[in-house]
């Protein structure tokens, strides 16, 4: 099974993607993950990359389609990936349509998770996270026993500058100019598959199941 999920950030697919490693067995492609593993490892494209990052500049498209490359090449790949954050502009989707092709691999879905600005910034500014243990938790949907209070070791419970609703909107904005057109980029190529990402967790989950035994 080889997927590519889109949403803007706070869309939920970091839960559905864990949800689809289990269910199929395959690993769930991070380029910031794969980049600093690459550099880490030296891998051809990894050298590269660090060369920019070095010199403060931003790894360039061709690059980073490399990185991706050496991964979907390695042997955790053979049943299928899912690529989450990357591509994140249509020239990045080119780049990698032409991977696939070379390497002979074809996309089974692009699964595009469809959420309300609104509740994204009301899921996202409501985030809480204990920074002695790393433990996370939501004033509405997962609250701690005690307010502001870590269950888990009594911390004080912080929202991170990224969770303020401000920076949020601003990510938001990002993605909408960039990362949104791969919506039709992909609708028109046949592969889009759009879910309701208001829907609770287990909900969404079905429906993407539900859609990929479909297919």
Known sequence: MKLILLGPPGAGKGTQAQMLME???????STGDILRSAVKNATPMGVKAKEYMDAGALVPDDVVVGIVRERLQQADCANGF???GFPRTVPQADALTDTLDELSLGLDAVIS??????????RLTGRRTCPSCGKGYHVDF????????CDACG??????????????RKRLDVYREQTAPLVDYYRKGGLLVEVDGMAGIDEVGRQILSILEAR
């Open 23 to 29: 269910k199929f067995s395959i690993p769930q492609i």
């Open 82 to 84: 899912i690529l989450d």
């Open 113 to 122: 998770l469809e959420v309300d600005t609104d509740a994204l910034v009301s």
């Open 142 to 149: 997962d609250p701690p026993s005690k307010g502001g209070v």
């Open 155 to 168: 911390g004080n419970l912080v929202q991170r500058d990224d969770d303020r609703e401000e920076t949020i």
